[in-house]
């Protein structure tokens, strides 16, 4: 029997900016990496807006200057073009308020597709949020990117990775108690 639904979990992970992360480096060099001041940051900040699909245990995010409602709706006309039609999406994101504009809980209700908020100050138990933990640690740990372009190459080869080896122990979809009706 073919799968009629899918549950997928959306967020918002930012700002990144253009500045130096820390990281563990006392291992590799026997001391502590100085990193230089940034007093200045002319770059401005971007955004990943990612879904995690529970079911196939990928991840995929896009680059974004901002979270506006407008780019939410971008986000997920691009999630709905990745299923088709027939398949009905229940995407579990947290209740910001462009995710609850009425532009874009139209645009779900005509689509197929249906919005499962968190409760508030409980994003923590949207499944995406470890992935963003480990994004963290792999594509953004000890680096100094000179421009958000980099930056987002880097994270994007982190996801490839991510998906193609499945490093990272899939949350199974029975273990997340939501109605689905």
């Known amino acids: 029997m073919k799968a009629t639904r899918r549950v997928l979990a959306f967020d918002e992970f ?3 900016e253009i500045r130096p992360h820390h990281g563990v480096s006392w291992a590799q060099y026997q001391q502590v990496k100085r990193l230089p001041a940034t007093y200045k940051r002319p770059h401005g900040t971007r955004y990943l807006l990612a879904a995690y ?12 200057p901002n979270q506006r409602w407008g780019q939410v709706l971008s986000f997920l006309k691009g999630v709905r073009r990745r299923y088709p039609a027939q398949i009905r999406l229940f995407i579990i994101l947290d209740n910001r308020r ?13 689509n197929n597709m249906r919005l499962l908020f968190t409760p508030t100050y409980c994003s923590w138990l949207n499944p995406i949020e470890c992935q963003f933990t480990a994004l963290k640690k792999f594509a953004l740990s000890c680096r100094y990117f000179t421009d958000h372009h980099a930056q987002g190459k880097a994270i994007q080869a ?3 990775y991510r998906n ?8 199974r979809h029975r273990d997340i108690r939501v109605n689905l009706l």
């Not at 699909?53 to 974004?64: C, E, I, K, S």
């Not at 462009?98 to 005509?110: I, Y």
């Not at 193609?164 to 949350?171: F, G, L, M, S």
């Open 158 to 160: 982190y996801l490839r």
């Open 14 to 16: 930012g700002p990144l």
């Open 98 to 110: 462009s995710h609850q504009k009425r532009e874009v809980m139209d645009w779900v209700r005509e």
């Open 164 to 171: 193609q080896t499945k490093a990272i122990p899939k949350v």
């Open 53 to 64: 699909d529970l079911h196939a245990n990928t991840v995929w995010g896009w680059q974004r």
